[in-house]
């Protein structure tokens, strides 16, 4: 049987360093989640910035999107 999690226990996934750029250029990662007007935890789903949310996110934090997501945006 598969142990559940408790409370205050998340599953540890490696962020994409845009997304933790993000994060850190508004105060976290709930900030980043209040400016984008939705729920953290959906934010705390993401592995990479979903490309939809780029353009916003480039508006709010400054940080070209070439930065966000380089896989997708290039120079």
Do not use: H
């Not at 998340?10 to 939705?38: F, N, T, W």
């Amino acid at each position: 049987m598969a142990k559940s999690r408790t409370r205050g226990q998340e599953r540890s996934r490696p962020q994409s360093p845009g997304l933790r750029l993000a994060a850190e250029a508004v105060g976290g990662y709930d900030k980043l989640a209040d400016k984008l007007r939705i729920t953290s935890q959906a934010v705390s789903g993401w592995y990479k910035i979903p490309v939809n949310r780029c353009g916003t996110i480039e508006r709010l934090t400054g940080i070209p999107r070439e930065k966000l997501r380089p896989d997708i945006f290039r120079r």
